[in-house]
């Protein structure tokens, strides 16, 4: 979510996000995210290690029949096309809504800037599916205060404003109040919520904190005590305006695998405070537009498409910064065909595009050389134009009502599935 003190030369063993490579780290932290680097070449990011040195679970074939069968639904494109890869228990998850148990989804945002770009918008299209899927509360945490404890550049006030507008988008997706609270750490932290941070930073230890996250004698105790923050909103007695007295009722929390560090730490405290443990299933990143080693990042504007970006600026970025790595000339590509696994326009397709069989066209005709990365390219700057501006009709037909209603920890938001133990 922002910046951290670099902590590649920290092991394996003590350092979750640090993925060693032929003796060349790859580097996922939640603040970092880079490739390998072999001979001098960056490589994509290898999930499977991350899966293996995270120790987390592939979502797999088997996981998904499952999740087809108890819910009646086929699986989120999101899921079928390995998008969401990993997970922590989802399992258990799929046990409660079989037994008609309740549960509840857990997201968050750090807003470092205005607006989002696409690739943030990735666990808030599924968790809007998840919710229509489960009926179920979805807590929203804009953690205003991380970016301003972790970017020194900003003030307090500009990282709550960058909250305010967050609570637009995410409500520009199809969210409804009634079913969604969404709330500042800046302005609702207190009460239930820091009475749960309190109980937290006593289970977590410095030395916990330092190996799981490689913080160092000169980190300020901000950055140290914010896991404790994140952490919290993972226990339902958090949110008593919604969950009342209970303290049973897990949570199921879409995020990218390199957040799962803090879940890993929450994980850990549940038992000695008595909580339910939260359940994760992880995505894979959206890449920056310059390819694969690294992820689409706020804090680099070529690297991005924001969900502002006119029609114009979306034509640009792609066809000036979308990686292709497909042959110089026509006459090549003819004869040897491009690789749409690199390909940065047809990358973010499979996130974008629901119909599996263009896709799978797309890819064959593109190996083929039947497809140039210029057409490629088009046909992505249409997906995203026409992505984009739809949401954009829909953020302006936002109000600030509307954000109050959402970020009121009192908005009636009543689910028959809590009445169930």
């Not at 004698?217 to 896991?227: T, W, Y």
Request: charged residues 25%.
């Amino acid at each position: 979510m922002a910046e951290v003190p670099t902590v590649a030369a920290v092991p394996v063993a003590e350092l979750g996000g640090l993925v060693v490579q032929d003796d060349v780290a790859q580097n996922v932290t939640p603040w970092t995210v880079e490739g390998a680097e072999v001979d001098g070449v960056k490589q994509a990011i290898d999930y499977d290690r991350l899966i293996k040195d995270f120790g987390t679970r592939r979502i797999d074939e088997e996981m998904l029949e499952r999740f087809t069968k108890v819910t009646g639904h086929a699986p989120h494109l999101l899921l079928r096309r390995g998008i969401f890869f990993s997970h922590r228990e989802l399992g258990v998850i799929l046990d409660r809504h079989e037994q008609g148990k309740p549960f509840y989804l857990y997201t968050g945002r750090g807003p470092s800037r205005g607006h989002m770009h696409i690739g943030h918008m990735l666990p808030f299209l599924f968790c809007k599916w998840l919710q229509d899927v489960f009926d179920v509360p979805l807590v929203v945490q804009l953690t205003d205060d991380e970016k301003f404890l972790y970017k020194p550049e900003l003030k307090a006030e500009q990282t709550y404003e960058y909250a305010l507008a967050t609570v637009r988008e995410i409500a520009a997706i199809g969210f409804k109040p009634e079913k969604t609270f969404i709330f500042s750490d800046m302005g609702h932290m207190g009460g239930a919520f820091y009475l749960n941070v309190l109980k937290i930073s006593r289970c977590i230890t410095f030395s916990m904190a330092r190996s799981s996250f490689g913080y160092t004698d000169s980190d300020h105790i901000g950055k140290i005590h914010f896991p404790c923050i994140q952490a919290a909103p993972a226990f339902c007695s958090t949110f008593p305006s919604i969950f009342g007295n209970r303290t049973d009722i897990p949570c199921l929390i879409p995020c990218g695998i390199d957040q799962d560090p803090y879940f890993r730490l929450t994980r850990d405290v549940a038992k000695p405070l008595k909580y339910k443990k939260p359940s994760l299933i992880h995505s894979q990143f959206l890449p920056a537009l310059q390819g694969g080693t690294t992820k689409m990042s706020s804090s680099v504007d070529n690297s991005a498409i924001f969900m502002d970006d006119s029609p114009n600026k979306i034509k640009s970025k792609i066809n000036g910064n979308a990686f292709s790595g497909g042959p110089t000339s026509l006459e090549e590509l003819r004869k040897f065909g491009s690789n749409p696994d690199v390909d940065i326009s047809y990358r973010y397709m499979t996130y974008f595009v629901e119909d599996d069989q263009e896709i799978a066209d797309l890819a064959v005709s593109y190996r083929k050389g039947e497809i140039t990365s210029g057409e490629m390219k088009a046909r992505c700057i249409k997906v995203l134009q026409d992505f984009i501006g739809s949401f954009q009709e829909r953020e302006r037909a936002i109000t600030d009502d509307d954000v109050k209603n959402f970020m009121d920890p009192d908005y009636p938001r009543h689910f028959a599935c809590l009445a169930k133990k």
